[in-house]
């Protein structure tokens, strides 16, 4: 948490079998248990805001395609995913008309 971030305290009730699983995995990272679950927490929300905007992306790209006509063919893709594994350079696939 940057340093000028106010805390807020918050109440948690864990059940004891999770207070000790988080306490063990804690004491593993060399951290102390709240450490470890504000990075826990901070990491999680952090996923669900990736996850809600790689739907939105994915929901636009399929109103593009369904307005333009226009796709990328799936065995196009995985070559070019592979290659890419190997160059990060590697030319993207041409768009093709899918109707």
Aim: charged letters at 35%.
């Amino acid at each position: 948490m940057p340093a000028a971030e106010k805390a807020v305290p918050t109440s948690l009730k864990l059940p004891a079998s999770v207070k000790h699983d988080i306490d063990e995995a804690a004491r593993a990272a060399g951290v102390s248990p709240h450490a470890y679950m504000v990075d826990v927490l901070r990491k999680e929300a952090e996923r669900a805001r990736l996850r809600e905007q790689f739907q939105r992306d994915a929901l636009e790209a399929l109103d593009e395609m369904q307005a333009t006509g226009m796709g990328y063919d799936w065995d196009e893709v995985k070559d070019y995913l592979r290659a890419r594994a190997r160059d990060p350079q590697a030319p993207r696939p041409p768009l093709r008309p899918w109707r």
